[in-house]
C-alpha cells in the first residue's frame, strides 16, 4: 500500500513540475477585463489571446478564458472554468507546412494544478476546403462537455493566390 501511494504522490509531483505541452508558441495577451471586483486579492478577469497555426501559415485563432481571482488565483492553484470562446480567421495566403492528422493539437495548456486541460486542435473538411478548430477543456478524470468551434475556408489571397486543398495535407 505504501508503495502504490509512494507511486501516486511522484506521478503527481512530476506532472506538476513538467512543462506543458504544446503545438504552438505561447500564445499573445490582447487584453484582460475584470468581471469580478475584490478588495484585498486579483479580480476575476476574462482573458483574451491570440495565437498563430504554427503548421499553417495565414491562419490566426483567438481565444477568450476565464481567470480565477482571490487567493488561489492569485498563488496559482485555482482551477479555471471550462468556458473558453474561439475564433479563428484567414490572416493571409494560407500554405499548409506539412501533412497532419485530424484533430491534431494546435495548442495545449493546463486549467488546473493537476488534472485539467485545454485544447486546440485541427481538423479539415475535406469536402468544403475548410479548416476546423475545436477548443475544449478536458478533466482527467470526469471530462468536459465545453467547446467552442470556428472555421477558416481557404479562400485566394490576392490576385494570383494558389489555393491549397486541405484534403492533400490530411494524413489517411
Known amino acids: 500500500m505504501f508503495t502504490l501511494t509512494w507511486l501516486f504522490v511522484s506521478l503527481l509531483f512530476a506532472g506538476l513540475w513538467a512543462t506543458p505541452a504544446r503545438a504552438a508558441d505561447e500564445p499573445d495577451l490582447i487584453f484582460k477585463r475584470s468581471t469580478t471586483f475584490k478588495l484585498l486579492t486579483p479580480n476575476d478577469k476574462l482573458a483574451t489571446y491570440g495565437l498563430d497555426d504554427p503548421e499553417v ?62 485544447q486546440i486542435v485541427r481538423g479539415c473538411d475535406t469536402k468544403r476546403n475548410v479548416l476546423v ?26 490576385a494570383n493566390d494558389q489555393i491549397q486543398k486541405c484534403a492533400d495535407f490530411v494524413e489517411k
Do not use: H
Open 57 to 118: 501559415e495565414g491562419v490566426a485563432c483567438y481565444f477568450t478564458a476565464p481567470e480565477r481571482g482571490g487567493v488561489k488565483g492569485w498563488i496559482g492553484v485555482a482551477e479555471q472554468v471550462s468556458d473558453i470562446s474561439l475564433s479563428c480567421r484567414q490572416i493571409g495566403p494560407i500554405r499548409i507546412k506539412a501533412k497532419f492528422p485530424q484533430g491534431e493539437d494546435v495548442f495545449r495548456t493546463r486549467r488546473s494544478l493537476f488534472f485539467k486541460k485545454m
Open 133 to 158: 478548430y475545436m477548443v475544449y477543456s478536458d478533466k482527467l478524470i470526469e471530462g468536459s462537455p465545453k467547446n467552442s468551434t470556428s472555421s477558416v475556408p481557404i479562400m485566394p489571397w490576392g
